[in-house]
């Protein structure tokens, strides 16, 4: 390990010096300036040829030196007297703009100049500051999406572009530093699907912020990190929208419409989105119970059939009372089918590997998802900029009914198999509300705010078998169970944000209390809980450059157990193999260090209480029992390095023009764990490496191109191995009609290899688990077409996230 630990060490520092020498060799020399860049069209993002460029004198309004962009549009003005200028760009058909405010003795180079086309003549349009490609904060990492490669694509190009965030090839996922993270579209928590987020433009996003440490404002559950899309305010027309449809070899159909319409006060808006997959997979596995004289060995075998349809949909409107008064309404129904044939083979022996008898396993099951949810926001403008109170309502209403039919033939009785059907009806409501203040005290910020939220759940599960001995059907085994829970979560919060020079400095502290009672009715049992916590965060950053950034964050953060972890009632799974829930189960609380240079390379910390766990073990010899419980501890530490480059006049270096942008990022990351279940020692040690790479470039005739790789090596420790996952996807479009029209081919998994293997190590048992989908490889044609510019509106959602992941308990 110390090797490996050294030579990681080794590898860092060789790239922190390179990139610290091409900044370097960036600089400028005393009294001689230059300025670098290049133009493009706003609209098609082509570059423009022989456009004048202008340098002109800060203090006097004197040009210094002038030349016109060449056929790729670049521009390179040498031998500039003075550091402090303003820069004009100007070509006939186009608005003129002129950068206000350039100090070209910090940075020479301005990046992609986008320049409007016109048919009538407009006044200039005056920019006062230069936005980069990526601002650096305390506490987050902001990219202006107009100035990244890609962004006249999906919104999910682009971000690959960033080399900020992942994206993973076959579902869309978006993560940063391999975490996952929460996503928010202008401040608030955003429910859209990642294949939905795929296909939107990236025009309608003005800039994403990736918060690296979540503040006091925001719910301290949820991931690591947050997403934040700022959407542009502007629109172009009164009415706008796009509508996109692929499918796939595999049998995958995606399908969307989003559509805005501007009158006067009011912004209307709409959006629909949906899926069809149908997906077969195979398994087998084998399972030892050493304490089992009868029992020893169970190996199976089986074949599964699902189909998936999901469908997402929002209505609403925007309202202007006055330009200090605003306010906003919508519905959103978001929600699921699916139906699963499983047919397996088991085959039981004794301790002397003889068999014992066989079973055949038939499953036929399904089910449903809906969420409706009603929403509605005001904000109120003060006179001060950034002085501002708002107020978030939202209200849910959540269903999950699902059913399912096994038919259980063993060899040992073959005319009499044994017949289970079981269904599970799901009710819940939501009710969240929120009110935040902002105060703004010359270039600092101080920010207060409470927030309440209330759910409740009812969990119908039922289970009938089939006697024989009086041909009818009833609980034989005494499974079926009622469960109901509620559970409030008040939050106060307030912080401070602090600026001095180039010095960043924001501190602040949340307070949650989570009360929860549940009612195991079936059972009579009750159970109250009553959480207070704390959340404090610091962040400290300090600019060193345009270019570096080294930043300290300390944050902590809560998950609060899911209601399937509550319920305490016994879940049937298979022959000899049950679940249960733990109502005494409490939240897990991360403490989270971290020091960044940029987005280049970050060393973390994390200490973990209480991780929730599902844990499995034996009793009565031959039965598995899995629960949850709070494991004592977890510590984990590790690097993620990323080399992003794009091909953008920023960079201090140039790589061939057919490259548009590539990165690589790759993660380890160490955990240690402590924890006892029953019989079972779950303390381990484990070591984890990913490694991620995209590449984008330009083939003949303007056709883009984009490949990508993720790649896990096999991972062991004393309790379990998993094999290595790998994941190659290529992607092809071309644009038509001023880029309006776009149609694209995408290969998913072209290495075909959606297959996993896994063995589970314990006192008194060993299993082996093998997954394998069939055709995971997908070929897909798609088509989108964006009229009159479409631009999405500012969405705004409150939701924390917490019904989603409640399914079935």
Known sequence: MGDTLKSIVSFLVFVFISLYSSFLGAQQSPGSYKLIGAVADLMTSKPLQNVSVVVISKSTGKELKGIATDAKGNFTIENIPESKIRAKFSMVGYQTQILDSVDIDKSPRVGLIRLLATTIEMPEVVVKVIKPMIEFHADRQVINVDRLPGSSGTITEALKNSGLVEVEPSTNKISVRGQGLKLQMDGHEYNMPGEMLAQLPA??????????????????????????????????????????????????????????????????????????????????????????????????????????????????????????????????????????????????????????????NLTQSGGANTNLSFYGFYKKKFAAK??????????????NPTDSKMNLNYSNNPNRPQLQNSNTEVKAKTFIFKTDYTLPINLNRFEAGYSFTYRTRDNDYKVENFSYLTGTWLDSMKLSNLFKYYESINALYASYAHKIGDLDIKFGLRAENLSTEGDQVTQSITFKENFLSFFPNLNVAYKLSDMFQLSLNAFRRVTYPQIYYINPFRRYNSPNSFSAGNPKIAPTYVNSFAVNLSQYLSVFYNYTTGTITNATTTENDSTLLSSFLNLNNEKSYGITVTFPYYNSPMMPFHLPDFISSFYISFNWRRSEQHGQYLTEDLSLTENTYSFNGYLSFKLWYDIDMSTSLFYIPKTENRRMTRSEMKFVSVYLSKTFFERKLRIYISVNDLLNAQRSDSQSFGVNYYTRNHYESINSRGISLGISYMFNDYKDRRDRNIDDGRDAGNRGF
């Open 203 to 360: 025009s309608m996003i003005d800039q994403v912020e990736v918060i690296l440490s979540p503040g006091a404002k925001e719910s301290a559950e949820g991931g690591t990190y947050i997403l934040n899309l700022i959407t542009k305010k502007e629109t172009f027309s009164n009415y706008s929208g796009m509508f996109n449809l692929s499918r796939a070899t595999n049998k995958q159909t995606n399908g969307g419409a989003y559509l805005n319409y501007k009158a006067g006060k009011f912004n209307l808006f709409g959006q629909g989105y949906g899926n069809y997959s149908d997906m077969s997979s195979r398994n087998e596995s084998e399972r030892y119970v050493y304490t089992s004289p009868t029992m020893f060995l169970q190996k199976s075998n089986g074949e599964a059939k699902n189909n998936f349809a999901m469908g997402y949909f929002k209505f609403g409107f925007d309202y202007d009372f006055d330009e200090n008064n605003s306010s906003t309404f919508y519905v959103n129904y978001n929600g699921y089918n699916y139906n699963s044939d499983n047919a397996g083979n088991s085959i039981v022996s004794n301790r002397d590997l003889i068999t014992q008898y066989s079973y055949g």
């Open 386 to 399: 950034g002085h501002e109170l708002l107020f978030d309502a939202m209200y849910t209403l959540f269903g």
